[in-house]
T-cell receptor
């Protein structure tokens, strides 16, 4: 089945530690995205990538980093510089600006 | 800056009532517009989209939306809602040729049986 896989579904980390969220797609989509979903704030764009080895900051990129070494993979690192990292993170992909497909999400809790 | 606004944060309706959820966008150039829905515990999924042509677009499950360029709006409508329409609805936009996809803050819809 084609789709987007995010792992893990739940993640706990201690304050001050970096953590990497995985996102893999087998849809052959060129563009991939990371969003953060908080209650009442909708989906806020962290980073997006339109092509391999290229990515752009979204609206809330501070404290996050990404890489796009392969078309299928777009991992997100939440660094210790992110002031409020506890959130629900969604990965998505599109092809040619058409329908976006979403992963199941990763709920990150920093304690 | 490009943005999408949804002013209805939580809407509560009885079954069979008509629905209209507002969406306004702030984009220059040619805009692509979308409505996504997130049912409880499920992935976001596409309801409908507008790229060009007929400004009235029809989507799945009886939803439709109208693109009004002069008002920068893309409101979602359904003539008669069902309890199963209880979900969170998100409007989204991108510019033609640029794949940056921006979402609104969402509207939580609760249907009372």
């Amino acid at each position: 089945d084609g789709g987007i896989t995010q792992s893990p579904k739940y993640l706990f980390r201690k304050e001050g530690q970096n953590v990497t969220l995985s996102c893999e797609q087998n849809l052959n989509h060129d563009a991939m995205y990371w969003y953060r979903q908080d209650p009442g704030q909708g989906l806020r764009l962290i980073y997006y990538s339109q092509i391999v080895n290229d990515f752009q900051k979204g609206d809330i990129a501070e404290g996050y980093s990404v890489s796009r070494e392969k078309k299928e993979s777009f991992p997100l690192t939440v660094t210790s510089a992110q002031k409020n990292p506890t959130a629900f993170y969604l990965c998505a992909s599109t092809r040619g600006g058409f329908e976006a497909f979403f992963g199941q999400g990763t709920r990150l809790t920093v304690v | 800056a490009q943005s999408v606004s949804q002013h209805n944060h939580h809407v509560i309706l009885s079954e069979a009532a008509s629905l209209e959820l507002g969406c306004n966008y702030s984009y220059g150039g040619t805009v692509n517009l979308f409505w996504y829905v997130q049912y409880p515990g499920q992935h976001l999924q596409l309801l409908l989209k507008y790229f060009s042509g007929d400004p009235l677009v029809k989507g799945i499950k009886g939803f439709e939306a109208e693109f009004i360029k002069s008002k920068f709006s893309f409101n979602l409508r359904k003539p008669s809602v069902q309890w199963s329409d209880t979900a969170e609805y998100f409007c989204a936009a991108s510019n033609f040729g640029n794949e940056k996809l921006t979402f609104g803050t969402g509207t939580r819809l609760t249907i009372i049986p």
